[in-house]
């Protein structure tokens, strides 16, 4: 099975042209699973501490509008998160896009952070935890979206339930170890293959690159500033179920969200 990750622009000018960019790259390397960041189809809403409806509002159009454009893909399957508003409720919720379904709200976020740079809890809420295994491709998937992807609990039961592909869209800053570190952990933690894409630049402490590790935690492929899209060829079959307790040691969390 072959997946893209990708370093998404902050700049919303220059969205346009890095998907343009970005399918031709899919395409080419006919990957089977495309993996973007947190809501990359606006600005980056939580930079601001203060809540604005308008902006909401503006962004959950924003992603609704590309909906019409994920067929440029071809056959790939495309999994992120966008703002969806349920009732009342602003929540940051995965979605998987596939040819013969559409678009469809899978995981939310149930951990959220609020700092410099990600006042998330200002623009929408935390979610009931809801750690369920869904398709895409053909694959079983399970999302640990940003700081979900530190809880090493929910990764190893991911990977007792038969996971095979871990996904972390994530909104990111400056490059930081300590998240290729978590990723990796929550990986071989899961016995699974761990995904992840982010927005380079949108918050000051949640690393820039995007990743793909192997079920050992071996570092397959990773994004930089000059090759912002990667493409990697996943043999399935490697995927383990991990039902052990035991978790490889993290570096500590410094958000205030993480507690």
């Known amino acids: 099975m072959r997946v893209t990750v990708c370093q998404w622009p902050e700049s919303h000018q220059a969205i346009e042209r890095a998907w343009e960019r970005l399918i031709e790259h899919v395409r080419a390397e006919r990957s089977a699973l495309l993996v973007l960041p947190e809501m990359p189809f606006s600005p980056w809403l939580a930079r601001s501490r203060e809540f604005n ?15 019409a454009r994920m067929s440029e893909a071809g056959s790939a ?8 508003t349920f009732g009342n409720e602003r929540l940051c919720a995965a979605f998987i896009w596939e040819a ?14 609020n700092e410099e740079g990600a006042w998330e809890r200002g623009w929408y809420a935390p979610a009931p935890a809801d ?3 869904a398709q895409a491709a053909g694959a079983e998937v399970g999302f640990l979206i940003s700081l979900e992807l530190w809880d090493l609990t929910e990764a190893s039961r991911y990977g007792a339930e038969g996971v095979q592909l871990l996904i972390t869209p994530r909104a990111g800053g400056a490059a ?13 933690s899961a016995g699974a293959f761990g995904l992840s894409s982010t927005r380079a630049g949108a918050s000051a402490d949640s690393g820039g690159e995007g990743w793909i590790i192997d079920p050992q935690g071996q570092l397959l492929a990773r994004t ?9 060829e996943l043999d399935l079959g490697q ?4 039902r052990s307790p035991q978790h490889p040691d993290l570096p500590t969390m410094s958000s205030t969200s993480a507690t």
Not at 176 to 188: H, I, N, R, T
Not at 224 to 232: G, I, L, N
Request: hydrophobic share 40%.
């Open 176 to 188: 930081c170890g300590k998240w290729l570190d978590a990723g990796v952990a929550a990986a071989s």
């Open 77 to 84: 399957a495309i999994v992120g998160t966008r703002p969806y």
């Open 224 to 232: 930089t500033e000059s090759k912002p899209f990667v493409t990697a």
């Open 131 to 133: 750690f369920t295994p």
């Open 100 to 113: 013969d379904t559409g678009s469809r709200a899978a995981h939310a976020n149930s951990r959220i952070r």
């Open 239 to 242: 995927v383990r179920h991990v």
């Open 53 to 67: 409806a308008a902006h909401w509002e503006a962004a959950v159009d924003a992603h609704q509008r590309w909906d």
